[in-house]
Each structure stands twice: as structure tokens, then as C-alpha cells.
């Protein structure tokens, strides 16, 4: 899904809406068309709801929200 | 025909959105952009998303490839189909098509606190697909950076 003109709404909630990104720390969140539509500290569990309601998981981004963002040296 | 990513300011990484075909589907994933791997991977999240407890009946990789703390599991898909889209434009796209594209997961060595560090990380675009390009530009010049992907 594509909003305006023009920018995906998933690049829209990463680079204009990060800050609700940054109130889901220490979460994973569940990313369809840029919009959260589930979260969970436990992937697992996040999966297998996910799963569950039988969403198109294709089509779902799953991000994990640092509480502190691990450095990536390699 | 130039592809744009996008930025993701939480943690300074570049992104491409692509869809990655498996199977015959198109599955959504954000690739983070790294010059420094030498191939491109789905990593636990999108792995565990995609092939669920099916993922070690994948093909296992003899290359050696170094995961966190050496500790990964890693296989590969042959042929798969990869759209790189533009994040402006979505009728913009670059096709590609890998001879393999790795899967590395760690989830059988990690738990708990470890775990969560570990799958922080995001799957990669790495040079086997970076290396196709003609140009790659990362402007800081602007609110949020910019990358361009010019494919020839």
C-alpha cells in the first residue's frame, strides 16, 4: 500500500514516524502496510498469534525494537 | 533505473524494501543494505516468519559463513527471485534473480536475553546484489540520508 505521492508506508513509519516505533521498545512488532498490528516481547509468541489469526504473514514485516540497539561491527 | 531505499533513524541502518519470492509467493521484507556481506540473507526474523520449523529441512550451506558469536545455522534457496522497489515509487522495481540466497538463523544456540540481541538484526542485501549496480549513492546531505541504487 503507497500513500501520497508518493512513499510506502512502511518507509513512511521508519523515516516520519519513528517515534512510534521508539514507544514499542523492548518489542516486536508486526508491520503490515506501515501500519503495527500486534507486538509482543516474545517473538515466538508474536509468531504463532500471528499465525493463529491467519493474516497473509507474507506480507508482515516483523521488527524487533531495541532497548538498546546492538553495535554492528561486521 | 535507480531504486531509492529508505532510512531507519532508531538504528542508522539503510533499508531497500524487496519482495523475495519463495515457493511461488512474494514475501515482504526490509533488507538492510550492507557492503560488508558478501551475499545477500534472510536472517531470523524473516526466516522464522517464512519457513517456520521448516527451516532447517532447507538445504544446509557448506560455505563458511561466521554468524554471532560463530554460532549460526546456515542453508540456502536456489533460484530465487528477488524485487528490489523503489520506496517513492512503488511501479519502480529491479529484478534480480540469485543463484542461492542464504537463510542463517541462530535460534537453536540463543535464548533469552541473547536471543533478543541477536535477532535484532535484519536480513541483508549484500554485494552479490550490491555488485550489479552501476551506482550507489548515500547522501547525508539531506533530512533524513538518502541512498539511490542505480542498476544498469
Request: net charge positive; aromatic share 12%; no cysteine.
Amino acid at each position: 500500500m503507497w500513500v501520497g505521492w508518493f512513499m510506502s508506508k512502511t518507509a513512511l513509519l521508519y523515516e516520519r514516524k519513528s517515534d512510534e516505533l521508539l514507544k514499542l521498545k523492548g518489542y516486536y512488532v508486526a508491520i503490515l502496510d506501515g501500519e503495527i498490528v500486534d507486538k509482543d516481547k516474545d517473538f515466538f509468541k508474536l509468531l504463532q498469534r500471528l499465525r493463529k489469526k491467519k493474516v497473509k504473514i507474507e506480507n508482515i514485516i516483523i521488527d524487533y525494537i531495541p532497548e538498546k540497539p546492538v553495535e554492528l561491527i561486521v | 533505473m535507480t531504486i531509492e531505499g529508505f532510512y531507519d533513524p532508531i538504528r542508522k541502518y539503510f533499508y531497500i524494501l524487496a519482495k523475495v519470492y519463495l515457493g511461488g509467493k512474494p514475501y515482504t521484507v526490509n533488507l538492510m543494505v550492507d557492503t560488508g556481506a558478501s551475499i545477500t540473507a534472510l536472517l531470523d526474523r524473516d526466516a522464522l516468519r517464512i519457513f517456520g520449523n521448516k527451516v532447517s529441512k532447507l538445504k544446509k550451506s557448506k560455505r563458511n559463513l561466521v554468524g554471532i558469536g560463530g554460532f549460526a545455522d546456515t542453508y540456502y534457496v536456489e533460484n530465487v527471485k528477488i524485487e528490489l522497489i523503489d520506496s517513492k515509487n512503488p511501479e519502480l522495481k529491479h529484478t534480480t534473480t540469485l543463484n542461492r540466497l542464504y537463510v542463517v538463523t541462530h535460534h537453536k544456540h540463543f535464548r533469552g536475553e541473547e536471543w533478543k540481541k541477536v535477532s535484532q538484526l535484519p536480513s541483508i542485501l549484500g554485494r552479490d546484489i550490491l555488485f550489479k549496480a552501476r551506482k550507489i549513492i548515500f547522501d547525508f546531505s539531506t533530512t533524513p540520508p538518502k541512498l539511490k541504487i542505480e542498476f544498469p
